[in-house]
């Protein structure tokens, strides 16, 4: 079926994952046009086209600028604003999953580093440090004492003029099984779910980062209901929820509102793009029904 309603397939850099969705675009003859964002403006006064907008660029920064300027100006984005802006925020989704009852870390979100130094005395020790606003697992640290803090607190406050940086993320240090899980939520079901390993001596567990092995996860009830929910209470249509083992169940990390999929995809495979733009489909479907 030709979709009446033209869907603006918004990018910054087309990689693999955005090449899998191109081809099920196609597959299912979504009417679409490719926009690089890069090339995009809008005019005031003028005349903008109104569309459904699926945001697929790379920027945190573009995504949310692009969703909020399709919404005002009368379209729709795929995920919706105010989700791609929560779904950005690790302090704002933690406090939203806890309001709702979702596990997540015990985490404090300190608005200084004498407050994060505090904060270490609520988490204990180890712990990790994050940045609010972030991806790829850069700028997360492990540390070990006041004093590791304190060096690592002079080090940002030295290298990087940026208010974000002065807001930190203090959470506690999951000893986890040497992997985390990356689930594919897409509408109200959990698609696919991989493991991510740690590589050697190094905790952390995105496959981004290069060299992280991954595993195929069979999603039980139990995982299926945290990923949908978490995904629900920011508003997304679509997200991957990062989740981690510990010895009271599993908890909720964060939730990625422009998810990579290929590793999922690979490893699993489950054809995640296909998922997604069928989703797409169907929201647009949703929309011509209407008018």
Not at 174 to 179: E, H, V
Not at 265 to 271: A, D, F, L, P, W
Request: hydrophobic fraction near 45%; aromatic fraction near 8%; charged fraction near 20%.
């Amino acid at each position: 079926m030709v979709l009446i309603e033209v869907v603006h397939f918004l990018y910054d850099a087309i990689r693999l994952d955005e090449k899998l969705l191109i081809r099920e675009f196609d597959n299912l003859g979504i009417n679409y046009r490719l926009v690089n964002a890069e090339n995009l403006a809008f005019e005031f006064p003028g005349t903008n086209e109104v569309a459904t907008a699926f945001i697929r660029t790379v920027s945190q920064h573009r995504t949310q600028l692009l969703a909020q300027m399709y919404e005002v100006i009368g379209g729709r984005s795929i995920n919706p604003y105010a989700s791609i802006m929560i779904g950005n925020n690790k302090a704002i989704t933690l406090a939203i999953l806890n309001r709702l009852g979702i596990p997540i870390p015990n985490t404090v979100v300190a608005l200084s580093s004498e407050s994060a130094i505090k904060a270490l005395g609520i988490v204990g020790y180890p712990a990790i440090i994050k940045p609010i606003h972030g991806s790829w697992g850069r700028l997360v640290s492990l540390v070990g004492s006041n004093e590791d803090l304190i060096l690592l607190t002079r080090h940002r406050g030295g290298s990087m003029e940026n208010p974000q940086y002065e807001t930190y993320l203090v959470q506690e240090f999951i000893r986890k099984p040497g992997r985390d899980i990356r689930v594919t939520v897409v509408g109200n079901e959990a698609v696919a779910a991989i493991y991510r390993y740690a590589v050697g001596d190094d905790w952390r567990t995105n496959t981004a980062r290069g060299g992280g092995k991954a595993e195929a996860v069979r999603i039980d009830p139990e995982l299926e209901d945290i990923s949908v929910k978490a995904t629900r209470a920011i508003g997304a249509y679509y997200a991957g929820v990062d989740v981690v083992e510990s010895d009271g169940g599993y908890k909720v990390l964060e939730v990625n509102t422009v998810p990579e999929f290929k590793n999922v995809q690979r490893v699993t495979g489950v054809n995640v793009a296909r998922r997604i733009a069928e989703l797409v489909m169907d929201i647009v479907k949703r929309v011509d029904n209407v008018q």
